[in-house]
């Protein structure tokens, strides 16, 4: 849970200055976007970007075969999130 406390007794002044900057709320504007429904755009444009070349994740498949198959894959990522 947030808390404008830090979480280390061993925090430094410059630390403390840092985390008190922050604000603790969000604006209703930062709010509404933050919420809003994902579009296929920009679950299209998150797998578009993706770099080639990584190291394939828990499901030993590569960002080149999300890539390829975009078309395919993108509605379905759409619905689970």
């Known amino acids: ?5 830090p979480h280390s007794p061993n925090i430094t002044e410059a630390q403390k200055k ?3 900057s922050v604000p603790s709320q969000v604006t209703k504007d930062v709010n509404a976007k ?3 429904e994902l ?7 998150a797998i578009t970007s993706l770099p080639n070349g990584k190291a394939l994740g828990h499901n030993d ?3 080149n075969f999300f890539q390829e198959n975009v ?4 509605p379905s990522l759409l619905l689970a999130f």
């Open 39 to 45: 579009t296929l755009e920009e679950v299209v444009e």
């Open 34 to 36: 933050m919420t809003q």
């Open 1 to 5: 849970m947030y808390t404008s406390e």
């Open 61 to 63: 498949l590569s960002t």
């Open 71 to 74: 078309d395919k894959i993108a």
């Open 18 to 20: 840092c985390w008190e």
